[in-house]
C-alpha cells in the first residue's frame, strides 16, 4: 500500500524557519524522484521543490536560496528545510513521488498546514 505522511507544519512568523517531514513506503520512494508540492488558499497545487533519486534538486523561483529538499534513503524519508519563510508561502505541504517535470505517482497524503504570519 503505498504511503505518504506529511508532518511538521504549523504557524510561524514571517522570517521563521520549520522543517518538513514525508514518510513515504519503500515502493515509491526507492526509485523515484521525490517533491514537495504547495498549495495556497484558492490556488491550484504547486511543485516547490524537486529531488531525483540520485539528489539532484531543483526548486521554484519563488522559493530559491529559501527552501532545501533533502532525502535520507535508508528512512524512506524526504525533508524540507524552509527558512526565511514569507505570509505567501502559507498553504497546505504534500509531498509524492514525482514523474517527469512535476507529474505527481501517487495518491495525496493529508498534507501540513504552514501559516506564515506577517
Known amino acids: 500500500q503505498v504511503q505518504l505522511v506529511e508532518s511538521g507544519g504549523g504557524l510561524v512568523q514571517a522570517g521563521g524557519s520549520l522543517r518538513l517531514s514525508c514518510a513515504a513506503s519503500r515502493i515509491i520512494f526507492s526509485v523515484n524522484a521525490m517533491g514537495w508540492y504547495r498549495q495556497a488558499p484558492g490556488k491550484e497545487r504547486e511543485l516547490v521543490a524537486r529531488?531525483?533519486?540520485?539528489?539532484?534538486?531543483n526548486y521554484a523561483d519563488s522559493v530559491k536560496g529559501r527552501f532545501t529538499i533533502s532525502r535520507d534513503n535508508a528512512k524512506n524519508t524526504v525533508y524540507l528545510q524552509m527558512n526565511s519563510l514569507k505570509p505567501e508561502d502559507t498553504g497546505v505541504y504534500y509531498c509524492?513521488?514525482?514523474?517527469?517535470?512535476?507529474?505527481?505517482?501517487?495518491?495525496w497524503g493529508q498534507g501540513t498546514q504552514v501559516t506564515v504570519s506577517s
Open positions: 509524492n513521488a514525482v514523474i517527469g517535470r512535476s507529474t505527481p505517482l501517487a495518491s
Open positions: 529531488i531525483s533519486s540520485g539528489s539532484s534538486t
